[in-house]
């Protein structure tokens, strides 16, 4: 895959970005639809709806949501997935934007672990 990068998706937008993906399952809350900010929204990569609410972003269920999560996308998600590789083939630089305000411990930051771990064999 490509080189992946994380960042709040209320941040600006920089040229250095690349390919800008929302993997957030619930747009954020007042982020302009319009305006370039978003190149692609992959809703359905993002955990699901029980699993998401199960972590609340609670720190000490970091760990096991990780390890949740990574089941999910190896046992449901294959179509999605797919579509984020198709999409990143070419782009120098492939942005997971999440809205959660931990920026170590939210979706986007257990995708692009479970990402480069597959993308490195593992």
């Known amino acids: 895959m490509t080189q992946l990068a994380l960042k709040r998706a209320y941040a600006p937008p920089t ?3 690349g390919l800008r993906v929302l993997v957030d399952r619930l747009w ?3 982020l302009p639809r319009e305006g370039g900010r978003v190149d692609h929204w992959l ?3 993002a955990p699901s709806d029980e699993l998401r609410r199960w972590f ?4 000490e269920r970091w760990p096991e949501f990780q390890a949740r999560y990574h089941e999910e996308l190896r046992a449901t998600h294959h179509e999605d997935l797919h579509l984020l590789r198709a999409l990143a083939t ?3 630089r492939v942005t997971l934007l999440f809205a959660a305000r931990d920026a170590a411990r939210n979706n986007a930051v257990a995708l692009k672990a479970f990402l480069e771990q597959e993308q490195d064999g593992g």
């Open 56 to 59: 609340g972003h609670a720190p």
């Open 15 to 17: 040229p250095d970005d």
């Open 43 to 45: 809703r359905n990569v």
């Open 90 to 92: 070419g782009a120098g």
């Open 28 to 30: 954020p809350r007042g």
